[in-house]
């Protein structure tokens, strides 16, 4: 039987197709136990600790929820409550906080912060999103792919937009390690890193799959089940990459052409949030300032029937409360 007692959960490159299959049906189970109102409170004693520096809805909440439900004490620090990386050194903090909790969140800024997190505890430490990976992000996205399709392996997923951020590096490594095709349609200055391209694709050779590149918006939709996109400019970037970003990719829209490329059964995702209309406050701002209207999905394809984003948000919390059980008991 698999286990991962006492494992990091950094980045799914350190998880093998049977683990993150493990972590899927477990998952699973932690839903229907929520659906069906059973309590399963098997963590009850644990502490965790979430370290976030950069701001969040889903995530948060979602291991809020998930450590509640599990019986759990949760402490949840903001950017800017905590001495780390101001008076005192990830090391030591990851030191002081693997003696006090079970097991510690982290979103921020580099992989090293996560890394060496994880290298100081002494407990099981969770990457909640960093500039690099968002690893708990992908359980929630394969999850949904895996309740629409009734599969995963063979499908065809096509990934529109910045294809270097994390969203693009974990869903690239994600697809290759489940047996999904993976493209990436976006801009050639936005190809993810060609060291990450190489890894995916002797991830993909040994499980029938393929990964491929693409600038070409036709070529790279045209057959796929899932399309899929992120915000264009993420967290922590600064506000002047709008500019370039918009011009670099306007023309990767996911939008009714797009669509019609894919296939008739083609489902549309966004881990969110989503710039789909110009209501949202930065939204508004950069659309005005730059003469668009929408930006990575028009509201007519986020609001369709295709779109499964709010299931997609939802399964953030049973993925994760997986990651918790899995991790720690
Ligand atoms: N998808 C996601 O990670 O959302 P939050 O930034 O709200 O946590
Ligand atoms: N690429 C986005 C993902 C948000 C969940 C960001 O890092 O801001």
Redesign the pocket.
């Known amino acids: 039987a698999i286990s991962i007692k006492g494992k990091h959960f950094l980045t799914l490159l350190d998880y093998s197709q049977e683990e993150i299959r493990y972590l899927l049906d477990l998952s699973k189970n932690f839903k229907d136990l929520k659906r069906s109102g059973t309590p399963h409170c098997y963590l009850q004693g644990k502490n965790m600790v979430l370290l976030f520096e950069?701001?969040?809805?889903?995530?948060?909440?979602?291991f809020e929820v998930a450590g509640m439900d599990l019986g759990m004490g949760v402490t949840y620090l903001d950017p800017n409550s905590s001495q780390m990386g101001k008076k005192e050194s990830i090391a030591d903090t990851a030191k002081v906080l693997g003696r006090l909790y079970d097991g510690i969140e982290y979103?921020g800024f580099s992989q090293d912060i996560v890394t060496t997190l994880a290298n100081n505890a002494g407990v099981p430490v969770w990457n909640?999103?960093t500039d690099d990976f968002?690893p708990?992000?992908m359980l929630?996205d394969l999850l949904t792919i895996e309740e629409k399709f009734g599969t995963l392996q063979g499908l065809h997923f096509t990934y529109m937009g910045d294809a270097r951020n994390n969203m693009g590096n974990s869903l690239m490594i994600a697809c290759a390690k489940m047996g999904i095709h993976f493209t990436a349609c976006s801009p050639k200055a936005l190809f993810p890193d060609e060291a990450l391209v190489a890894k995916a694709k002797a991830y993909a050779a040994e499980n029938n799959c393929t990964v491929h590149l693409t600038d070409n918006i036709q070529e790279g939709s045209t057959g796929a089940d899932i399309i899929y996109t992120d915000i264009w400019v993420s967290?922590g970037e600064p506000d002047d990459v709008w500019e370039t970003r918009i011009k670099l990719l306007k023309d990767y829209q996911v939008n009714a052409d797009v669509m019609k490329y894919a296939n008739e059964q083609a489902i549309f995702m966004h881990?969110?949030?989503a710039f789909h209309d110009t209501n949202t406050t930065i939204g508004h701002a950069m659309a005005k300032k730059f003469g668009i209207t929408e930006m990575e999905v028009t509201n007519e394809v986020f609001q369709s029937k295709q779109s499964v984003v709010f299931d997609?948000?939802e399964n953030?919390m049973h993925t994760i409360k997986a990651v918790i059980y899995a991790t720690l008991s």
């Open positions: 950069k701001t969040s809805t889903r995530t948060r909440c979602s979103r909640g999103l968002h708990t992000q929630a967290m881990c969110l949030p997609e948000a953030r």
